[in-house]
């Protein structure tokens, strides 16, 4: 039975997922890899690859951008096809001093300027947090994976990438607020309505307060590959 919006039989998804934003990048990280890689969903745009990573079967869908996108995708993955871990691959904007340009930012717990932090139960403004399971595994494995700086903190995810609001990023810095981006409360929202985990590693991309140079070409090949590997590693942790 197809959902709305994933056209998969039931046990052709993995209880693995790794979900980068771009669903071109979902194609590329299922090519190079997942073992065995076969096409189980497309629907606007957004295939879904099922293979084995590292003899552990997984499977690789793009998000889409925004909470509105990562939610429902992941929201079917956890209550219709059985899926129990999601990792978001992505980047996301610095915006702490301590974070540059080519670090990883994993997201401990996601702040949000959207509806869904206040809709769910009445009079409290919920907080979303990554799997601490998943988490432990993406730390043990970006020590031994790279040299660059691994940094474990609270992300922003905001509903509008041009927000335009310095006071905003200046309130949310103060807090100690790592990186902006537009998707991990969504995913751990969805994970915490299933009973299911998720975890999000990104890439800083740029920088919102610093004014640091963005990545070179091979700069963001070196940081994808690290990104896929430790995003696998607290999939299977
Ligand atoms: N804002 C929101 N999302 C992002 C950004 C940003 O500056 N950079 C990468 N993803």
């Known amino acids: 039975m197809a959902t709305p919006h994933i056209a998969a039989e039931p046990g052709q998804i993995a209880p693995l997922v790794m979900m980068p934003g771009d669903p071109r990048r979902a194609d590329r990280i299922a090519k190079d890899y997942l073992a065995d890689a076969q096409q189980v969903s497309q629907v606007r745009g957004i295939t879904v690859w099922t293979g084995t990573y590292e003899g552990t079967p997984m499977s690789v869908m793009g998000s889409g951008m925004g909470i509105p996108s990562i939610s429902i995708y992941a929201t079917e993955l956890y209550r219709f096809y059985g899926v129990r871990r999601i990792v978001r691959v992505g980047t996301c904007g610095g915006m702490a001093s301590s974070v540059k340009v080519g670090d990883t ?4 717990c996601a702040h949000t300027n959207a509806s869904l932090s206040t809709l769910l139960v009445p009079g409290v403004n919920l907080s979303w947090a990554a799997s601490y399971p998943m988490l432990r595994g993406a730390m043990d494995a970006a020590q031994a994976l790279t040299d660059a700086p691994v940094h474990a903190g609270p992300v922003y995810s905001s509903d509008l990438f041009y927000l335009g609001r310095a006071d905003i990023v200046q309130g949310l810095t103060a807090l100690g607020t790592l990186g902006v981006e537009m998707e991990a409360a969504g995913l751990y929202a969805a994970a915490a309505q299933e009973g299911a985990e998720a975890l999000t590693v ?28 430790v995003g696998a590693a607290a999939l299977l942790a």
């Open 105 to 108: 930012v994993i997201g401990t």
């Open 202 to 229: 990104l890439t800083v991309s740029d920088h919102l307060v610093d004014g640091s140079n963005d990545m070179t070409a091979q700069e963001r090949e070196t940081l994808y590959a690290t990104s896929v590997k």
